[in-house]
């Protein structure tokens, strides 16, 4: 049962959707295509304003944050991508923070953003991190959500549950695998993307110390206090922040945008609108 928990949350995160996918299908709402590197990148835009790149988390698509566009796009121009071999997005040669921050520095660019906030929860709070290195000219404040930016950095029991994220262990959770073949236009490659993504969770850097400490916007770092990354790798990585802030949640866990959706769009709101 424990190999299976994670493809559990995917499914309680799917369900959380439902309510909102009733009026407004989030992830299949005749969204837009931009061609990056050869790859077909699936987006959506919501609201007005400030626009406010919103990344999801590994394995999920825009479907996934369903529970927290309505909220953000009162505020915001939310822009929702899919990563590439997420959602309805194409497949890259391969997978890893790097790459996805540079796809999503190309979105930017395409749509000749001047400038954006970028919020983003686990590989996408990665990847929010990695884009404010990169892009110092367009980013303007960041959104880091259970985010861990070494492999060491989660708990012996989130190690332990990514060793048991196996080809086999998918082919048990036909719920995650449909969902996936329904949306993805290589749908007969999920072993590839698979693969792509258990080798981009192997390693050990994800952003490096200087990539951190050379961020010079604000960056609200948001955790619950049961998350699998260790409270003190959290710690590190906000005191390599120039201007960084910490939020910890209590009582919960990497699921926080699924149990306490509400409560954290009104964080983020009010860091980046102050």
């Not at 880091?144 to 012996?156: E, F, I, V, W």
């Not at 490096?208 to 699998?228: E, F, H, N, T, W």
């Amino acid at each position: 049962m424990q190999r299976l928990s994670y493809f559990l949350v995917l499914s309680l995160l799917l369900a959380a959707c439902e309510p909102h996918r009733k009026s407004v299908p989030y992830g299949s709402n005749q969204g837009k295509y931009l061609t990056i590197r050869n790859t077909r990148i699936y987006y959506e835009i919501y609201g007005k304003g400030t626009p406010l790149l919103l990344l999801h988390p590994g394995l999920g698509s825009i479907e996934h944050l369903a529970g927290m566009i309505p909220n953000l796009s009162e505020h915001f121009r939310v822009i929702v991508p899919d990563a590439p071999g997420h959602g309805r997005s194409g497949q890259a040669d391969s997978l890893s923070g790097e790459l996805l921050a540079d796809y999503c520095s190309d979105i930017i660019d395409q749509l000749q953003l001047d400038s954006a906030y970028v919020m983003g929860w686990s590989m996408g709070g990665n990847t929010a991190l990695l884009l404010a290195a990169k892009r110092p000219d367009k980013i303007r404040k960041v959104v880091s959500g259970a985010s861990n930016s070494k492999s060491s950095g989660l708990t012996d029991e989130g190690r332990a549950l990514l060793e048991q994220y196996t080809v086999e262990a998918v082919k048990e959770d036909q719920d995650w695998l449909q969902n996936y073949q329904r949306l993805n236009p290589q749908s007969d490659q999920w072993v590839k993307f698979w693969e792509d993504n258990q080798k981009m969770w192997k390693r050990e850097i994800k952003i490096s110390d200087d990539q951190l400490a050379g961020i010079d916007v604000p960056v609200l770092l948001i955790r619950g206090d049961r998350d699998m990354i260790k409270l003190d790798h959290s710690l590190n990585i906000y005191r390599l922040l120039r201007k960084g802030q910490l939020c910890i949640y209590p009582n919960v866990g990497h699921e926080m945008p699924d149990e306490k959706g509400e409560m954290l769009c009104r964080t983020v709101v009010d860091f980046l609108k102050e």
